[in-house]
């Protein structure tokens, strides 16, 4: 369905962005569920003149008149949300930060973000018929776990002590004229944190693109999936890939996976899939386009995602579809640090530094804390971000 319901997209981004926040873990902003997608939620004056901007916000506390005053994005593909890129993700991320901390995998927590997630996407314009609650018993993936569950544990908590026997994946499917299919995938499940990063940050982005493309075209069909029980050992994007036809993977063009795009402000994205002989990431024709993609957008718009392959090793949920023969890209915010210390944990190298993760299974998960420490960052990483995956998504690759 194709709805072009841009107010109501409109109307709750609104509303997210008007959010107070006061700390981590305390909840300002708790509308009621059922006032999304019953037409509760009222457009304001100030909203409806919102124009999108050519450059990321410098800060937080960017004025008013000169987002008002910025020019339109002159993008290849016609964007007529009136909205900012990556605005929108900020309210999704603030919302689910401090509303959804502790969205531990099989928790009642993790079942109320994905009813939250298919609230905010009905509200968007999207029809019930479009989504699906893909559910999966503990015992549909203990297959796949490295430790039995009574071994599993996060901070002083047993997993059997408090958490249900179900998880969740969330699939919104928006039809394309063609039936091969992109599949965009961002886990949504977290830790004992608020998680503004690992992985409200990717969730936040798949709304965002999601609303987005309700009034934009895109040639493919294109598969959001916001996975749960990622932190296990990716379960739920194990479950779905094992629970696909035959034709459905035949149809799979790539998968995108969105994954802590706030651990740092050095912006990197691999592309490509994975030879299983060797066991190394190799290049093909649609990797090949990815970047001629983000050189297209950095003269354009100076946007600055850096390749790096060696991103896709990283652990998340596009190693399943790697590991099936399928090409993958995976977005990632990094910290580039000169020296390797035990205090860091390092995934790679970058020239003569080393790569870490910031912000990332530890207590500075919080968008508040990741705003006031690096102000300006998580507006211009989302913005970098929401560009390059839409105009990947309206690409053509065959």
Not at 86 to 111: C, K, M, V, W
Not at 308 to 331: G, K
């Amino acid at each position: 369905m194709k709805s072009k319901k841009c107010v109501s997209v409109l109307l709750v981004t609104v509303i997210l962005l008007l959010a107070v926040i006061v700390g981590c873990g305390q909840n300002d902003y708790s509308p009621s569920l059922n006032d999304f997608g019953n037409g509760n939620i009222e457009q304001t004056e100030d909203a409806s003149e919102a124009q999108p901007s050519e450059a990321p916000p410098d800060s937080p506390g960017s004025d008013d008149d000169e987002l008002d005053n910025q020019e339109l994005i002159e993008y290849p593909t016609h964007w007529s949300m009136p909205t900012l890129h990556g605005l929108a993700a900020i309210g999704y991320i603030e919302h689910i930060n401090d509303t959804f901390y502790e969205r531990l995998p099989f928790s009642d927590r993790e079942l109320e973000t994905a009813l939250w997630i298919m609230e905010e996407l009905y509200a968007m314009g999207y029809d019930q018929n479009d989504m699906e609650l893909q559910t999966f018993h503990r015992y549909d993936v203990e297959q796949w776990l490295n430790h039995p569950w009574e071994n599993l544990m996060w901070g002083k908590f047993e997993i059997d002590d408090f958490l249900r026997m179900y998880s969740q994946n969330v699939v919104l499917t928006v039809p394309g004229q063609s039936e091969r299919t992109i599949i965009v995938g961002a886990h949504y499940d977290g830790l004992i944190w608020p998680g503004g990063n690992d992985n409200a940050s990717g969730t936040a982005l798949l709304l965002e693109s999601a609303g987005s493309m309700l009034e934009l075209d895109n040639y493919y069909t294109i598969v959001y999936v916001f996975f749960g029980a990622e932190e296990l050992g990716f379960l739920g994007a194990r479950y779905y890939y094992d629970s696909m036809t035959a034709q459905q993977r035949d149809n799979i063009v790539m998968m995108v996976n969105a994954d802590v795009l706030l651990s740092g402000e050095f912006l990197i994205y691999g592309a490509g899939y994975l030879n299983l002989n060797s066991g190394t990431v190799m290049e093909n024709h649609i990797s090949q386009q990815v970047y001629a993609i983000s050189r297209d957008l950095y003269n354009q718009h100076g946007l600055d995602v850096t390749p790096y392959h060696e991103a896709l090793d990283l652990s998340s949920d596009q190693r399943v579809f790697l590991e099936n023969s399928h090409t993958a890209v995976i977005f990632v915010g990094v910290h580039l640090i000169p020296e390797q210390g035990t205090e860091h944990f390092i995934f790679g190298r970058y020239g003569d530094q080393y790569i870490t993760l910031r912000s990332w299974h530890d207590t500075e998960d919080c968008i508040n804390f990741i705003r006031e420490a690096w102000p300006g960052m998580a507006e211009t990483n989302m913005w970098s971000f929401s560009i390059f995956l839409e105009a990947i998504l309206l690409a053509t690759f065959d």
